[in-house]
């Protein structure tokens, strides 16, 4: 990860596409904790990157990119919140509620952006698996859906699920912690 911050940093805008196809999801979901309209946490996520873009130059390492987004997208929020009227109320119910856990979120955002890279890092027939097994859809739904027997699927589930204790090992204590 350390080598994209340096690629972008430089300019990469191929390396920026791949970092704003990690993080666009994360943002947006952490921006769903402040915002009520998926909309509008699609726009902040949107707004955020483009301000790590364009201070890019300023970022030597994840961490402080890191730390720039997710400090980024909640004032975007915020301010977001502060222009609508009925902003004043929920904004201090905000403001005290997140205050406390906001570390908590980032890393609840991070295994989010963790377990969505080691999903996309299987076949696809095994990723299409575990995603509609992660919506709640029953073995006898999945085999359908995708055209194969529930005796294929158990066992292509059982090899997906192998694969993903295997890429997340090292993780493992974040996973536990959630």
């Given at each position: 990860m350390q080598d994209i911050i340096s690629e972008i940093r430089r300019g990469n805008r191929e390396a920026f596409r791949e970092f704003f196809e990690d993080y666009y999801p994360v943002l947006c979901s952490f921006a769903r904790k402040y915002l009520p309209d998926a909309e509008r946490c699609r726009d902040v996520a949107q707004e955020t990157l483009l301000r790590y873009w364009e201070e890019r130059e300023r970022f030597t390492g994840i961490s402080e990119a890191r730390g720039f987004l997710y400090t980024t997208t909640k004032n975007i929020c915020f301010n977001s919140l502060r222009r609508e009227r009925a902003a004043g109320r929920y904004l201090q119910g905000i403001g005290e509620e997140y205050a406390d856990d906001f570390e908590e979120k980032i890393m609840e955002h991070e295994i989010v952006l963790l377990l969505h890279k080691a999903i996309g890092s299987l076949p696809s027939q095994m990723r299409k698996i575990i995603e509609c097994s992660l919506q709640g859809m029953r073995n006898n739904e999945?085999?359908?859906?995708?055209?194969?027997?529930?005796?294929?699927l158990h066992t292509l589930k059982k090899i997906a699920y192998k694969k993903l204790r295997h890429v997340l090992k090292d993780h493992v204590y974040l996973l536990l912690f959630f």
């Open positions: 999945i085999a359908r859906e995708i055209g194969i027997a529930e005796g294929t």
